[in-house]
């Protein structure tokens, strides 16, 4: 379990799943230390950085319980520009924690790690222990992160829980998102569990609300003591009223990763 002494180092402060924790993870008994290279609003304090600054990061680590890892390109991109905000900031990332004694770490992995794997035909989930199978470079880059976890876990001890997390946005808005929808208020709950829940070396889990269409298994969530509360089916007769289900061979229906599959970089 991690040590909760210290404040949680919350990397992508600034971005929109950072914001949403800054104002929901306190109320959990989690003091944030906010990183972001863009200044987060009404935090004068926050550590304004680039993950490439290995002063910065290693002043950003002292003392702290756990890491929060947010930072980076959040889609597709051209693959330089993936290397050095994914790959090579993650790794900069884990080498700081390693260096500073940081016991664990949850990092933002994401769906688009296994998204060009295909809906399973009976209307199933899919099991979190099946290969990776990225949809893009961005996918790539969510792999790496979770490879480097597994061996930082494995040479160092470091604790990783890899969220391979859905589509994070107030509401679904797509008929994708009834399956992949992550609610803030979940999102909250998630990112508690993955601080303070069991764990040994590195751990998967997708990271998604309680939907009744749901594509992917939760049981390594749950086992962190992730209790998912929102269901985006409640979303779901407005939104297919107006937009219509999707047809068997739109990417979108076929694909886990959806649209991403098709970004053809
Ligand atoms: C992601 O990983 C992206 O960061 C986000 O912008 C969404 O596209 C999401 O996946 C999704 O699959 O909906």
């Known amino acids: 379990m991690a040590n909760q002494l210290g404040p949680v180092l919350l ?38 950085a680039d993950l490439q600054d290995a002063e910065a990061l ?23 520009d993936i290397l050095a905000a994914n790959i090579e900031g993650t790794y900069r990332l884990y080498d700081a924690a390693r260096a500073a004694g940081v016991r664990r770490i949850v990092y933002a992995s994401s769906n688009h790690a296994t998204g060009f794997t295909e809906r399973p035909a ?14 893009t470079y961005y996918g790539v880059s969510k792999c790496f992160g979770e490879n480097l976890a597994s061996l930082y876990a494995d040479r160092h001890g470091i604790e990783t829980v890899s969220l391979r997390i859905g589509s994070f946005t107030a ?11 992550l609610s803030p208020g979940d999102w909250a709950r998630l990112a508690h569990a993955a601080l303070t829940g069991p764990v040994t070396g590195h751990t998967v889990a997708y990271g998604i609300s309680a939907n009744t269409r749901a594509w992917w298994d939760l049981s390594t969530a749950r086992a962190l003591g992730y209790q998912p509360q ?6 779901a007769p407005a939104l297919i009223a107006e937009l219509g289900e999707l047809s ?6 076929r694909y886990l990763g959806g649209r991403f599959t098709q970004s053809g970089r």
């Open 58 to 80: 290693a002043a950003a680590m002292d003392g702290v319980s756990a890491v929060i890892h947010l930072a980076g390109i959040p889609g597709e991109a051209p693959f330089a």
């Open 11 to 48: 990397t992508g402060a600034a971005g929109r799943m950072g914001t949403s924790l800054r104002e929901s993870l306190p109320a959990y008994g989690h003091r944030l230390r906010s990183f972001d290279r863009l200044p987060v609003p009404g935090e004068p304090d926050a550590i304004t």
């Open 248 to 253: 068997p061979d739109d990417p979108e229906h």
């Open 230 to 235: 929102d269901d985006a089916e409640a979303f």
């Open 171 to 181: 509401e679904p808005r797509s008929i994708r998102t009834l399956a992949t929808w």
């Open 122 to 135: 009976d209307g199933g989930t899919v099991p979190v222990d099946g290969p990776q199978r990225p949809d």
